[in-house]
C-alpha cells in the first residue's frame, strides 16, 4: 500500500481530534483507513513506537505493518463494518525495526462525510502497566472481554473466508465503491502475476483493465464491474481482457456482483477464469470448420457441374460429323487442347460451341480438373461479380455465409464462359484483370486470391461490332480471341445431318425407354431439305417429338414448310444456288431476326408455356430460365400465345 501514489487525506479540525483522543490515556491513533494516512497520534503511541508525533502523522498505517497488509484490511474493514474490532494478530514496527507484539482496539467514526478508525494499542511484553483509575480498569476489562469474543467471531470468519478463496480455482478479487481492491485470492494472484499486497488498496481498473485487446483505452465509466455497484446489478462478460503484471493479456470470462450494506451497495465481488487456451481452441475449432464448409462447398459445386455434365443435353461427349467443317474443326482442337492458350468459339446458337470447348478441356493436361461452365445469359446483371469471384458473409443483403466463385472453383481446371458477350461491361474490366494476372478478390474480402484457370469462351454474337458499338471491351476481345474456332450452321454442312439424327435418334430411345426407331432414306432426304435455323438442338428436338408420337415403329417429321430447301441435284440451278448462297450470309440483324421467330414459333406450338418436358425451353432444348431471358430481351409477350383465361 504504500507503494504506491494515494489520494490526499481530507483536512481535519483541531476539534475532531480533541473529541476523538479526549477521553484516551493509552497509545491512541486515528486513522484515515481510505488513504492509508495516520491523522493524528498522542504522545504514548508516540513513546510506545519510538517516533515523532509529527513523524507518525506523516507515515501510512500499512508501512508500520509490514507483511501483513491483507490482515490490516480484513480488520479496518471489520471494524468500518460492525463499528468496532479487535485483534492480537497485528504487531506494530518500533523506530529501531524491531517488532511490537500488540493488542488493537478500533473503533469507527464517522465525521463531515468521511469514515475513520480510532485505534487503541496495548503493549502485551510491558511488565508495567500504568496506573488508572478502577472505572478506567473495568472499562478495559470489560472491553477485552468483548474485544476477545470479536477477535474469536472475525478470526473465524478470517479464516474461512481465507480457505474459501484459497480454494477456489477462479479468481476472485473485491472492490469498494470507490473501484479500490479490498481483497485478492491466490488464484487471481497466479492468473494475474500480481500480488495481493501489490492491488490491495488500489484502483485495479487502471492496472489490470485499462486497455480493450486491441489496445484502445478502457475508460472505466464503461467498465461492467464498475457498472455492477453503480447500477446495483450483476454484469456477466464471456470475453474480454485482462493485464498480466508483464503486459501481456489474457482471455477472461467474469462475473461483477454488487455488494450490499444495509439496502446500500458499498462494492463488489468479482469472479473471473482464464479462457485463453478455450478461446484459441475455439477460433482454431472454427477456421477449421470455415475450411471444411468451404472444401465441402467446392465439392458440392464440382460434383454439381459433373451431374450437370452428364446430364448434359447434348447427351453424348464426340462430336459427331464428316463435313469439312468438322474435320478442320477437330484439327484446331487437336492444335490448340495441349497448351493453355484461351480460346473463343463463335457460332450459332446449338451449333455446339459446348461440346467443342468440352472436348478441348477433354484433350488438355487439366481433364483430371473439373470443367466449370458458366451461362453468362443466365446470371442476373446484379449478381455476375458474385458469380464470378464469390462473396464473403455479410457482404451485401441475403449473403448469409461465404460462396466460392466460378474462378475458384475452377481452379486448376477450365472455366467455360459460355455467351461471353452477355458480360456487363463494368464487369468486363475485373475479368479481364483475373485473365492477365490470374488474381481476384471475393466480395467483402480484402485478400487477394489466386487462381491457375485456363478460359474458353463462346459467343453467339458479332464480337467484332459490338466492339464498334461499345458494347465490349476491346482489350478483353483481344485477350479471349488468342485461338478462334468458328462453329458453321447445320445449314452449311448438310453432310453432317444424318449421323447427328442417327446418334440423336439412338440416344432418345434408350433414354425414353422405347423400341429402336431407324430412319429411312426418304425421312433423311426430308431432314437434309430443311434449313434449320435451331441448328442440332432444333435437329435433336424434332426427332425427340418424333420419337414419342411414332406409332407401330414409323417416325413422322412434322417440319415447318417455308423453310424447305431444294436439295436435289437434278434440280440444281446455278443462279438460284448462287443467290441461296448470298442468302446463307446473314447479318446480324438477320440472326437476331431468325432467333426471334425461331422462339415466336416455339410459344405458337405451346401455346406460351416456357416450362415443363412440353414447353418452349424444352422444344428448343435450351433452360427456361436461358429462353426466360431471351424473351424478356426481345420484348416478346408470351401472353399472347396463351389461350384466353390463362394468363
Not at 513513546?47 to 513523524?55: A, E, P, T
Not at 493488542?103 to 511488565?127: Q, T
Not at 425451353?617 to 424478356?632: D, G, M, Y
Amino acid at each position: 500500500m504504500d507503494q504506491i501514489a494515494n489520494p490526499p487525506p481530507p483536512t481535519v479540525s483541531d476539534a475532531l481530534y480533541q473529541q476523538a483522543l479526549a477521553s484516551h490515556i493509552h497509545p491512541t491513533l486515528l486513522v484515515h483507513p481510505q488513504s492509508d494516512r495516520i491523522m493524528f497520534a498522542n504522545q504514548a503511541a508516540a513513546n510506545l513506537l519510538g517516533r515523532s508525533i509529527s513523524d507518525l502523522k506523516s507515515t501510512a498505517m500499512s508501512s508500520l505493518h509490514k507483511g501483513q497488509v491483507p490482515s490490516l484490511v480484513v480488520f479496518s474493514q471489520a471494524a468500518l463494518y460492525h463499528g468496532f474490532a479487535w485483534t492480537r494478530g497485528l504487531n506494530l514496527m518500533h523506530a529501531d525495526g524491531t517488532e511490537i507484539r500488540l493488542e488493537h482496539e478500533a473503533r469507527a467514526l464517522h465525521w463531515e462525510g468521511e469514515d475513520y478508525l480510532i485505534i487503541i494499542l496495548c503493549d502485551l511484553d510491558a511488565r508495567h502497566r500504568r496506573d488508572v483509575d478502577a472505572e478506567a480498569d473495568n472499562y478495559l476489562r470489560e472491553g477485552i472481554a468483548e474485544w476477545r469474543r470479536a477477535e474469536r467471531f472475525f478470526r473465524e470468519i478470517e479464516r474461512e473466508n481465507q480457505l474459501i478463496l484459497g480454494a477456489a480455482g477462479e479468481g476472485i478479487y473485491g472492490v469498494n465503491s470507490d473501484g479500490i481492491t479490498t481483497f485478492v485470492n491466490p488464484a487471481a494472484e497466479r492468473m494475474l502475476g500480481w500480488t495481493a499486497e501489490e492491488l490491495v488498496g488500489k484502483e485495479i481498473h487502471s492496472i489490470i483493465h485499462h486497455s480493450h485487446v486491441n489496445g484502445a483505452p478502457y475508460h472505466a465509466e464503461h467498465c461492467p464491474i464498475y457498472n455492477a455497484f453503480r447500477e446495483g446489478i450483476v454484469r456477466r462478460v464471456d470475453d474480454e481482457v485482462f493485464w498480466r503484471s508483464d503486459g501481456k493479456p489474457i482471455r477472461v470470462e467474469y462475473t461483477s456482483t454488487p455488494i450490499r450494506d444495509h439496502g446500500l451497495v458499498i462494492g463488489a465481488v468479482i469472479v473471473f477464469r482464464d479462457i485463453t487456451e478455450r478461446k484459441i481452441a475455439e477460433e482454431k475449432l472454427h477456421a477449421a470448420l470455415a475450411e471444411v464448409d468451404r472444401l465441402r462447398e467446392r465439392l458440392e459445386l464440382e460434383n454439381a457441374y459433373l451431374q450437370e455434365e452428364i446430364l448434359s443435353t447434348n447427351n453424348h461427349h464426340e462430336i459427331i460429323g464428316q463435313s469439312e467443317a468438322i474435320n478442320s474443326a477437330l484439327k484446331q482442337i487437336d492444335l490448340v487442347a495441349p497448351t493453355d492458350a484461351n480460346v473463343l468459339i463463335t457460332g450459332e446458337s446449338g451449333t455446339g460451341k459446348e461440346l467443342i470447348a468440352r472436348a478441348i478441356h477433354q484433350a488438355s493436361h487439366r481433364r483430371d480438373r473439373v470443367l466449370v461452365r458458366v451461362n453468362c445469359a443466365a446470371i442476373p446483371h446484379e449478381l455476375f461479380e458474385s458469380e464470378f469471384f464469390g462473396h464473403v458473409r455479410g457482404a451485401f443483403t441475403g449473403a448469409v455465409r461465404d460462396r466460392v466463385g466460378r474462378f475458384e472453383l475452377a481452379d486448376g481446371g477450365t472455366l467455360f464462359l459460355d455467351e461471353v458477350g452477355e458480360i456487363p461491361l463494368e464487369l468486363q474490366g475485373k475479368l479481364l484483370r483475373v485473365l492477365q494476372d490470374q488474381k481476384f478478390e471475393r466480395i467483402g474480402e480484402e485478400r487477394t486470391r489466386e487462381v491457375n484457370v485456363r478460359l474458353l469462351a463462346a459467343t453467339n454474337r458479332d464480337l467484332k461490332e459490338e466492339v464498334r458499338l461499345g458494347r465490349f471491351r476491346e482489350d478483353l476481345y483481344f485477350r479471349l480471341n488468342v485461338f478462334p474456332i468458328e462453329c458453321r450452321p447445320l445449314r452449311e454442312r448438310p453432310d453432317d445431318i444424318p449421323p447427328l439424327a442417327t446418334h440423336f435418334l439412338r440416344n432418345i430411345c434408350q433414354r425414353l425407354n422405347i423400341p429402336q426407331l431407324t430412319l429411312t432414306n426418304g425421312q433423311v432426304r426430308s431432314l437434309m431439305k430443311y434449313d434449320w435455323p435451331g441448328n442440332a438442338r432444333e435437329l435433336e428436338n424434332i426427332i425427340e417429338r418424333a420419337a414419342i408420337l411414332a406409332r407401330d415403329g414409323k417416325l413422322n417429321f412434322d417440319l415447318p414448310e417455308p423453310n424447305r430447301r431444294e436439295t436435289d441435284p437434278g434440280n440444281a440451278d446455278p443462279a438460284r444456288d448462287q443467290i441461296n448462297h448470298a442468302s446463307a450470309i446473314l447479318t446480324e440483324d438477320d440472326r437476331r431476326k431468325r432467333e426471334y421467330d425461331n422462339i415466336i414459333r416455339a410459344l405458337e406450338t405451346t401455346r406460351g408455356r416456357i416450362f415443363g418436358p412440353d414447353g418452349a425451353a424444352a422444344l428448343l432444348n435450351v433452360k427456361p430460365t436461358t429462353l426466360a431471358s431471351r424473351i424478356k430481351k426481345l420484348r416478346i409477350d408470351r401472353r399472347d400465345f396463351t389461350p384466353s383465361g390463362q394468363h
